[in-house]
């Protein structure tokens, strides 16, 4: 989700406008400070999860990639992931 899906912030620049062909300058300013920013790139975008205590949504980010690494990947691709440790990290 976007910053302004999440309810924080107003957008500045409208990527639709941009689709269909407005070449309007681009530029804005943000009331967001870099904690907020910080806060929400750690709660993550998906909406069944930000708002869950933090150790709780932490395991369920954990279970995501885990999910991802040994099963979706190779799913999707038809390949197995040579290194999962390597994306873990």
Request: glycine fraction near 12%.
């Amino acid at each position: 989700m976007t910053l302004a899906e999440r309810g924080v912030g107003t957008p500045t620049v409208s990527v639709g406008k941009l689709i269909q062909g407005d070449r309007s300058p681009i530029d804005g300013d943000s009331n967001i400070g870099l904690d907020e920013y910080v806060d929400e790139i750690v709660r993550s975008g998906f909406p069944g999860l930000r708002e869950l205590d933090d150790i709780v949504r932490r395991a369920q980010l954990q279970g995501y990639v885990e999910r991802v690494i040994d099963r979706d990947i190779s799913d999707v691709s038809g390949r197995s992931v040579r290194n999962p440790a390597a994306l873990r990290r």
